[in-house]
């Protein structure tokens, strides 16, 4: 994604581009970074409330933020 939105000419474009981009990448960071964390945190250092915080970030935080990002969007291209 960051090498085809740098190869668009124009700076407004790649401007564009980018604000376009980065909401979207920063909700899918959010909700792998979270998975990876779930499936690959060692078992001793398993405790409830460390499980429910990455259970509420994996499930509910994307789904959550991804309307607003929509939402956003449309009002700018409108």
């Known amino acids: ?7 668009i000419p124009s700076e407004q474009g790649q401007h564009k ?4 981009c ?3 990448l920063a ?3 959010l ?3 979270t998975d990876m964390l779930v499936y690959l945190k060692p ?4 405790s409830p409330a460390l499980d429910f915080v990455l259970s509420v970030l994996y ?3 994307p789904p959550t933020v991804n309307p607003l990002i929509y939402s956003m969007r449309n009002r700018e291209l409108r």
Not at 1 to 7: E, G, N, P, R, S
Request: hydrophobic share 60%; charged share 5%; no cysteine.
């Open 27 to 29: 909700v899918v960071s």
């Open 17 to 20: 581009a980018f604000s376009m």
């Open 1 to 7: 994604i960051f090498t085809a939105v740098l190869k």
């Open 31 to 33: 909700f792998v970074s």
């Open 43 to 46: 078992p001793s250092v398993s």
């Open 22 to 24: 980065l909401p979207h």
């Open 59 to 61: 499930s509910v935080v």
